[in-house]
């Protein structure tokens, strides 16, 4: 697939096959195209040449109805800074289809997996730390379930306890059967889980430890 | 159907809470607004007699000096963290959430409305003849601009100038709505003997295909 | 696409060159017959003996009334092609819209010009609020001034060509308006009705409109088709560019950084 960024091609004919409940680590000097093959896998991106199917979905066709079970953890929070943590997640929940009783219900739990204390639920976003910030997003998206999870340098920014949290969330999805793509420079972190291990650079795939066999 | 309204007003509680919260209409569009009319008042420097004259005119470009801000701000909020990329992930149907961000403008132009019209009563001698005109030219024009407004929000949205893209898209195409809107509250104020009821049943074609427009075209302008 | 003929970079071609001699000679034609052979407007008003009429102002209608007809083919043009780019997706209707928006955008503002100089000795205003074929042929003008404010943001390609497309669009709702105004609400304008229609011209005044239609025809495609050919040009140049940036992306996959950026010892 190549997959341009305006005028630049971020995927220059990178082709990539992961099986339902797979765990890939996605590895590369910075600029390599990883967040930009995330993104692909998200439907964010439409590829210029090649095609893109996630979940048995060709994304072009058919974008909406693939999305609401991907989770996609980007750079940026998606957090409405006016927002309390718990108006957020419950939005977001409720957004992606949850009804209002059910998201509730998922709310407190996955916020407590968070590991965010109660006393910052009610607080806005705005008060938050950067790690604090994160840990919000994460929970809005595990409220979900998603069957597909892109993670995009998840322990960036995190310190100790926020690392740790997002490992958990890592392994936990794991044991929930999901499928798990995170790019990362904290191979060490996430090596511990025994992914396959995809090194992207120069918007190709050079060296893959799983793939088709 | 249903599930479209539904998330429609998921996204218009939701803008509208974070204005409840962050406050941003009534402090700082609101006092914007009083501060165009109290402008024109010295620009013009008028008896006001005059000023009753020309309180329709003024009033609805106030509107839309209003509007532009509303817009600017619904859009703000999207672009801030990227929670726009969350609302194509999350699944919501883009239709839905033009309509809900056209409701959460909506909402705010009824107020501000109430306020400008407050504003013209005390500031230019303005008064209310026909009370139900009023009301209904006041709704679906505000209608027909926050539809549009929100449009073309998304139209100069990602840019980086959305600042001062957004006015040089949205006024000219607003330019038939300020005329409209202008001449039915010449009747709702009694400044001119003009036939409000059919101007405000052009506006209200305009708030009917903008919205359905812009309900339509909504969803290709925001994916990539 | 066709090839330039010369070693200097542009975009003419024989045709082109053929197609700007006919259209310059024909200009000069339409001038002459206009300012030099064609009479002023003088007529005796009936009960005063006075000569009243538009005089010379007059023959800048020759240039203002052919200009207006193809400011209307140009943005229809646009709005066709923007239509078309919304259905096909394929580069050449995008180019063409912005081609035929930029050269209408060109003429629309010049009917203006030449309408307001005429407007100040007959109507003895540059400008008439309230003249309804004035204000929405302004608003046309200041939409589609947007319209190339928007073409000019440094955007994705596609995301510009698709959004153009619908500020386009939205934009020529506005243009059966500005020419059914006349008609539609006759007490709101000074403009009088359809010059070929009513007004009886005759002999040697309708030759030359008939001359300034065709030659004004010839000045948009001439202009039109440069247009449309630079539009080309910047979107092979565009092209070439990300090919090669491919390439130079593909080779960075062989460097050494690649090993130390993923921490493995060689």
């Known amino acids: 697939m190549v997959a341009l960024l305006g005028r630049f091609p971020a995927l220059a004919g990178a082709s990539l096959l992961v099986e339902a409940g797979e765990t890939v680590l996605l590895q590369g000097p910075n600029g390599a195209g990883k967040t930009t093959l995330l993104r692909l896998c998200a439907g964010l991106v439409r590829p210029e040449s090649g095609q893109a199917q996630v979940l048995g979905h060709d994304l072009s066709v058919d974008g909406r109805a693939v999305r609401r079970q991907v989770a996609m953890l980007g750079h940026a929070t998606g957090l409405y800074e006016d927002l309390s943590v718990a108006e957020n997640v419950s939005f977001w929940a409720q957004a992606a289809g949850l009804g209002k009783s059910l998201a509730a219900q998922r709310a407190t739990g996955a916020l407590a997996r968070m590991g965010l204390d109660e006393r910052l639920l009610s607080l806005p976003v705005s008060r938050l730390s950067a790690g604090q910030r994160r840990r919000a997003s994460l929970a809005a998206l595990a409220v979900r379930r998603p069957q597909l999870w892109l993670l995009d340098e998840p322990h960036a920014g995190l310190d100790q306890t926020g690392r740790n949290v997002v490992d958990e969330l890592i392994s936990d999805a794991v044991a929930a059967g999901a499928t798990v793509l995170v790019a990362s420079h904290e191979l060490e972190r996430v090596r511990s889980l025994n992914p396959r291990v995809v090194t992207v650079a120069g918007g190709l795939i050079v060296k893959d430890t799983g793939g088709p066999k | 159907m249903k599930s479209l309204l539904s998330e429609a007003w998921l996204v218009a509680s939701k803008d509208l809470r974070i204005e409840a919260r962050s406050r941003v209409l009534t402090n700082q569009v609101a006092p914007f607004a009083v501060l165009v009319l109290v402008l024109f008042g010295f620009a013009l420097d008028a008896d006001q007699r005059t000023l009753r004259m020309f309180a329709p005119g003024l009033f609805w470009v106030a509107v839309l000096l209003c509007l532009l801000l509303a817009v600017q701000r619904s859009s703000a909020v999207e672009s801030a963290d990227d929670a726009a990329t969350g609302l194509r992930m999350a699944g919501l149907a883009p239709a839905a959430v033009f309509l809900g961000k056209s409701a959460a403008i909506f909402v705010q132009l009824l107020v501000l409305e109430l306020l400008l019209t407050a504003g013209i009563i005390v500031f230019y001698g303005s008064s209310v003849k026909n009370l139900f005109l009023w009301l209904i030219a006041g709704l679906v024009t505000a209608l027909a601009v926050a539809t549009t407004g929100t449009l073309y929000g998304a139209l100069a949205s990602g840019l980086g100038v959305r600042e001062t893209l957004l006015p040089i898209l949205l006024l000219p195409v607003l330019a038939p709505v300020l005329i409209g809107a202008t001449r039915a509250y010449d009747d709702a104020l009694g400044a001119a003997a003009v036939d409000g009821w059919a101007w405000t049943g052009l506006l209200a074609m305009f708030a009917v295909v903008a919205s359905t427009l812009g309900a339509l075209a909504y969803g290709a302008l925001v994916e990539d | ?266």
Not at chain 3, 42 to 68: C, K, N, W
């Open chain 3, 1 to 266: 696409m066709t090839n330039p003929t010369s070693s200097v970079a542009t975009t003419g071609s024989p045709g082109s060159r053929a197609l700007g001699l006919a259209t310059l000679a024909g200009l000069v034609g339409l001038l002459v017959l206009a300012f030099v052979l064609t009479e002023p407007d003088v007529r005796i008003h009936p009960s005063t003996g006075q000569e009243i009429g538009q005089f010379d102002a007059v023959r800048l209608l020759y240039l203002h009334v052919p200009m207006a007809v193809i400011t209307y083919v140009a943005y229809s043009l646009a709005a066709f092609a923007s239509a078309g780019y919304l259905i096909k997706r394929t580069p050449w209707w995008d180019v063409t819209a912005h081609a035929a928006a930029e050269v209408g955008t060109v003429f629309c503002f010049l009917v203006l010009v030449t309408g307001s100089i005429w407007g100040r000795p007959v109507w003895n205003t540059w400008w008439e609020w309230g003249d309804v074929r004035l204000m929405t042929t302004l608003i046309l003008f200041l939409m589609f001034v947007g319209y190339l404010a928007l073409r000019r943001t440094a955007a994705d390609p596609r995301v510009q060509a698709r959004r153009a497309a619908v500020v386009a669009l939205v934009a020529i709702v506005d243009l059966p308006l500005v020419n059914r105004s006349v008609e539609w609400w006759e007490n709101r304008t000074l403009h009088q009705k359809s010059t070929l229609g009513e007004l009886k011209i005759e002999d040697l005044t309708l030759f030359t409109l008939m001359v300034g239609f065709l030659v004004f025809l010839m000045v948009f495609a001439w202009l039109l088709l440069h247009r449309f050919r630079v539009g080309w040009l910047t979107l092979a140049a565009g092209e070439h560019q990300v090919a090669a940036a491919i390439k130079e992306r593909r080779a960075e996959a062989d460097g050494s950084g690649v090993a130390s950026a993923v921490g493995e010892t060689s």
